[in-house]
């Protein structure tokens, strides 16, 4: 599915304002969200501290790398762009899995 969405995305040019947007988006989400766990591999408070900064200083650069491939290599800013986006969505989708199976865990 990812693959069929970075071909669709191959063909539609991305204006600058909505990529943007999403890489905004993208890295606001990675600040409040980044690391997320799994019900099956806990972190303890030392890794969740060292992946938080991983993801944040990558965001980062992925963002950068987004905003100068605009200009010069369109596509490239567009498969970054998408794919932010689909990690973004994965990331919320994550918490709210590990939200769910904690209150039913908690319940039981």
Do not use: H
Not at 10 to 18: H, T
Not at 24 to 30: D, G, K, R
Not at 48 to 60: D, E, G, Q, T, W
């Amino acid at each position: 599915m990812i693959c069929l969405l970075l071909v669709i995305t191959s063909y539609i040019d991305v204006l600058l304002i909505p990529m943007i947007i999403i890489m905004i988006l993208y890295n606001a989400t990675v600040f409040i969200l980044a690391p997320v766990e799994n019900i099956n591999k806990p972190l303890s408070f030392c890794e969740k501290k060292k992946y938080r900064r991983i993801s944040v200083v990558l965001s980062l650069i992925w963002t950068t790398i987004a905003v100068i491939t605009y200009f010069s290599f369109n596509e490239i800013c567009q498969s970054i762009t998408v794919t932010a986006l689909i990690i973004a969505v994965m990331m919320i989708v994550g918490k709210n899995i590990n939200r769910k199976e904690n209150s039913i865990n908690e319940i039981q």
